[in-house]
């Protein structure tokens, strides 16, 4: 009876590896092929090359990036929930004379920015970006490597309409980061 349940074990076992193994897909599997709980890996480490600190500027503002790299991060969609490999981007936004506008670097707020689709065609990857306050400015960021050292930008804010009751006009809902195509970012 013994020999029979520690086989019955290695059995369950065997088949448990397998198919937990089963679940770690490539980062560009298509939405619509993520089961629930799989885990999209960055196995060809496409990702790596991204991670650093990067500066830019932009209508007399300095737009430091500081871009890491988080492993088995949660994605919750009102479909399936999955862990995948992500680029998380902090930022800070300074005004001319070097005054902070924004920082999330130390943030606990509800600003998210992080990689969601690779876009190899394009040598980019695509980000999702919640906005400031209220969701203002949420919308989709388009990093593209362009060497080593540079990055290319690009912002496509979505509209938000919101109302005082759903928004303090006490809030700052200015959209710091820069609304444009084709900025230029250095790794520092």
Request: glycine share 4%; hydrophobic share 35%; with cysteine.
């Amino acid at each position: 009876m013994k020999e029979i349940y520690l086989k019955a074990l290695m059995i369950c076992l065997i088949i448990n590896t397998l198919s937990c193994s089963a679940q770690n897909l490539p980062l560009n599997t298509p939405f619509a092929s993520i089961p629930n709980g799989a885990y999209i890996k960055d196995t060809n480490n496409e990702l790596t090359p991204y991670i650093g600190t990067y500066k830019g500027t932009f209508d007399d503002k300095e737009i430091t990036l500081f871009i890491t790299k988080q492993e088995n991060k949660l994605e919750n969609s009102a479909q399936k929930s999955y862990y995948m490999d992500a680029l998380i981007v902090k930022y800070i936004v300074k005004n001319s004379s070097g005054a902070i506008l924004q920082d999330t670097q130390n943030n606990s707020s509800d600003i998210e920015f992080y990689s969601f689709k690779m876009r190899p065609a394009k040598n980019a990857l695509q980000f999702i970006y919640t906005g400031t306050n209220c969701h203002v400015g949420w919308g989709d960021i388009y990093l593209k490597k362009i060497n080593t050292t540079q990055i290319s930008w690009e912002y496509r804010p979505d509209d938000i309409i919101t109302t005082a009751a759903k928004c303090p006009p006490t809030l700052d809902t200015t959209i710091y980061l820069p609304e444009t195509k084709n900025l230029i970012f250095t790794k520092q």
